[in-house]
């Protein structure tokens, strides 16, 4: 370090406070308005976690003799907050094991084109050639594509269930980190400290993964939460379409399929699994705007 | 300019080849395809058969240079279950997608843009709240969620639009509003984005300072200046509003492209699945082509350079 000059380096390199600190100091500038979607978010969350506990019924448990009870109705003692559906199944207890569904694919899809988009996006900006060519050709071959249309060929060709729904969600929407890391890893390519790296001889690995991914870290947390919110969208879009989770579990998407048929006689079989999902995902998208919003410098 | 038009022509001819290549690989995921061809209960004789028939048994590349050469002649292969050609088919429901697309995206570029400029242009005020709200509603509105509200209001409460159908016009006004929101919101935040990026440039200011009036200053020099992310998300829009047809036309029993789609799925018919997808494909490489091409037209800066934006 250069003694002559102390003051300025003595500034700059002012070590960061601890973790906790920063918590409470990112916590203290969230907007009040905010902390409402975060609760919604977490009460999700926490729905999904704990369904088997907060579930008053077993949801896939028909009673015929209480089919498209009103929402409040109360049949032999048994009461029915949201309605129950054309099998006399607990309108309820399927939205809570819904979230289950809806979430756990979302998470799993999320992580999975977060890891293959991540490392596609820096293997491009750190190889370059052929490799970068090789990587940036395949995300413009995938976006051109309409993405439902892609996942529903997929589906169709894997066929359904829990696990195809994920893998295709996954291996289909990494696209859009790719193009993020690889657009912000390129712009730290000649940042002093990777070119010193380099210089040194550090394994491409260990640039990648040291010097290039936690500075692009936060970028990836952005396009991870609004990508949750698309997967959540997705996954209600392929099992609408039978191409989801499939029966007997429940999933908000299947039972907006089955309860558009009895719109005039029976909306909340639909109209409720529909309002979480809407919830769920405004909740995301604001968040996940917040975030956005605090990650670009132009708009702080 | 010619020379423009040409490298973007190219460029489009080799997006559209990677991505129908991609699909040809996704349909041999699972090894043989014949299996999603044949009905179930099928012997493994009419499998055999139908393999052969279908030149599945030869080595993958011949196969993929049939299935180019199919495409190339327009040759989409028959319906199993209907038994006409799928080229028939596809005609036959195209304009009613083609009709439903252009509902969502005429509603959502009359109503997105202007509410896109108000936005930008009265930044803090109670009007964009208000209009902030209403696209974090519609970003966040699944297509059949707002598609069931609209058919318990305007068709089982107040009857004055059907619930499903396309024998009238009125049939077409729910669908295009679900399709359309989504990309309503997305335009409304892309012109919003654009105008507030235009608006703090110096030929802005000018114009203010001559007082110029505000309107004109929109319509003379901004709406031309902040088109480019416009007519890139319009195009990026077409792809999403093609996608977005499979559901809402299967809530609304639209028969388009979509709904014919999801019910090959249901009958094991998958030569229509892959030509609705190759048809979702190509119809969006060619939007992002002509966005390519109205750059230049928009911004001559572009046209003369040839260069990328």
């Known amino acids: 370090m250069n003694a002559s000059v102390p003051g300025v380096l003595e500034q700059e390199i002012r070590p960061l406070p601890r973790f906790g600190a920063r918590f409470r100091a990112g916590a203290a500038a969230v907007p009040g308005s905010l902390w409402v979607f975060i609760a919604i978010l977490a009460g999700f969350a926490l729905m999904a976690l704990c369904a088997p506990l907060v579930a008053p019924r077993d949801p896939t448990a028909q009673n015929l003799l209480a089919r498209m009870k009103a929402p409040?109705?109360?049949?032999?003692?048994?009461?029915?907050?949201?309605?129950?559906?054309?099998?006399?199944?607990?309108v309820l207890s399927r939205i809570i094991y819904g979230a289950r569904a809806s979430m756990s694919v979302a998470v799993l899809a999320v992580c999975l084109s977060g890891v293959i988009g991540t490392a596609a996006g820096l293997l491009a900006a750190y190889c370059r050639g052929w490799v970068e060519a090789a990587v940036m050709r395949l995300v413009d071959m995938m976006l051109s594509i309409p993405a439902l249309l892609f996942a529903v060929i997929t589906v169709a060709v894997l066929?359904?269930?829990?696990?195809?729904?994920?893998?295709?969600?996954?291996?289909?929407?990494?696209?859009?980190?790719?193009?993020?890391?690889?657009?912000?890893?390129?712009?730290?390519?000649?940042?002093?400290?990777?070119?010193?790296?380099?210089?040194?001889?550090?394994?491409?690995?260990?640039?990648?993964?040291?010097?290039l991914l936690p500075n692009v870290f936060g970028q990836i947390?952005?396009?991870?939460?609004?990508?949750?919110?698309?997967?959540?969208?997705?996954?209600?879009?392929?099992?609408?379409?039978?191409?989801?989770?499939?029966?007997?579990?429940?999933?908000?998407?299947?039972?907006?399929?089955?309860?558009?048929?009895?719109?005039?006689?029976?909306?909340?079989?639909?109209?409720?699994?529909?309002?979480?999902?809407?919830?769920?995902?405004?909740?995301?998208?604001?968040?996940?705007?917040?975030l956005r919003d605090r990650m670009d410098p132009r708009l702080r | 300019m010619s020379r423009f038009i040409l490298k973007r022509c190219w460029q489009a001819f080799i997006a559209a080849l990677g991505a129908l290549t991609l699909l040809f690989f996704?349909?041999?995921?699972?090894?043989?395809?014949?299996?999603?061809?044949?009905?179930?209960?099928?012997?493994?004789?009419?499998?055999?058969?139908?393999?052969?028939?279908?030149?599945?048994?030869?080595?993958?590349?011949?196969?993929?240079?049939?299935?180019?050469?199919?495409?190339?002649?327009?040759?989409?292969?028959?319906?199993?279950v209907q038994g006409v050609p799928v080229w028939d088919i596809l005609l036959s429901r195209i304009p009613?997608?083609?009709?439903?697309?252009?509902?969502?995206?005429?509603?959502?570029?009359?109503?997105?843009?202007?509410?896109?400029?108000?936005?930008?242009?009265?930044?803090?005020?109670?009007?964009?709240?208000?209009?902030?709200?209403?696209?974090?509603?519609?970003?966040?509105?699944?297509?059949?969620?707002?598609?069931?509200?609209?058919?318990?209001?305007?068709?089982?409460?107040?009857?004055?639009?059907?619930a499903s159908g396309s024998d009238s016009g009125a049939s077409l006004v729910m669908p295009s509003i679900a399709l359309g929101l989504l990309t309503l919101a997305t335009f409304a935040r892309v012109a919003r984005t654009a105008v507030l990026d235009e608006l703090g440039?110096?030929?802005?200011?000018?114009?203010?300072?001559?007082?110029?009036?505000l309107g004109r200053i929109v319509w003379r020099h901004l709406a031309r200046n902040s088109a480019i992310p416009v007519i890139t998300v319009a195009a990026l829009e077409i792809s999403h509003l093609l996608a977005?047809?499979?559901?809402?036309?299967?809530?609304?029993?639209?028969?388009?492209?979509?709904?014919?789609?999801?019910?090959?799925?249901?009958?094991?018919?998958?030569?229509?699945?892959?030509?609705?997808?190759?048809?979702?494909?190509?119809?969006?490489?060619?939007?992002?082509?002509?966005?390519?091409?109205?750059?230049?037209?928009?911004?001559?800066?572009?046209?003369?350079?040839?260069?990328?934006?």
């Open chain 1, 72 to 90: 409040g109705s109360v049949i032999r003692g048994v009461s029915y907050l949201l309605g129950s559906d054309e099998l006399g199944r607990d």
């Open chain 1, 159 to 211: 066929g359904p269930g829990f696990i195809n729904v994920v893998l295709v969600l996954g291996l289909t929407r990494w696209t859009r980190y790719a193009r993020v890391v690889y657009g912000q890893a390129l712009s730290l390519m000649p940042q002093p400290y990777v070119r010193y790296a380099r210089f040194v001889g550090a394994p491409g690995l260990s640039i990648m993964g040291r010097h």
């Open chain 1, 221 to 290: 947390v952005v396009v991870a939460t609004l990508e949750f919110g698309s997967m959540v969208l997705f996954e209600a879009g392929l099992s609408f379409l039978g191409l989801g989770v499939q029966p007997p579990t429940p999933s908000w998407g299947a039972m907006m399929n089955v309860g558009r048929h009895y719109l005039d006689t029976a909306w909340w079989i639909a109209g409720f699994p529909g309002f979480c999902l809407f919830l769920l995902v405004l909740s995301v998208n604001i968040i996940g705007d917040y």
């Open chain 2, 26 to 80: 996704v349909q041999r995921l699972t090894g043989d395809p014949t299996l999603l061809l044949v009905p179930e209960g099928a012997t493994a004789e009419d499998i055999a058969m139908l393999r052969a028939s279908l030149g599945f048994d030869q080595p993958l590349l011949v196969q993929y240079l049939r299935y180019l050469k199919d495409l190339g002649t327009f040759n989409l292969g028959m319906s199993y």
């Open chain 2, 96 to 162: 009613y997608t083609l009709q439903l697309t252009a509902g969502a995206m005429l509603l959502s570029l009359g109503l997105g843009l202007p509410i896109g400029v108000l936005m930008a242009l009265q930044r803090g005020t109670l009007p964009e709240r208000f209009f902030q709200a209403v696209v974090f509603t519609g970003q966040s509105m699944p297509t059949f969620f707002s598609g069931i509200l609209m058919i318990l209001l305007f068709a089982v409460h107040l009857r004055w639009l059907p």
């Open chain 2, 201 to 213: 440039k110096d030929y802005v200011r000018t114009a203010r300072a001559k007082g110029v009036p």
């Open chain 2, 244 to 309: 977005g047809a499979v559901i809402v036309e299967t809530l609304f029993a639209w028969p388009g492209l979509g709904q014919v789609a999801v019910q090959a799925i249901e009958a094991r018919d998958f030569p229509i699945v892959q030509a609705v997808v190759l048809f979702g494909a190509v119809a969006s490489v060619g939007c992002n082509l002509i966005a390519d091409l109205l750059y230049g037209v928009v911004d001559p800066r572009i046209r003369h350079t040839g260069g990328a934006q």
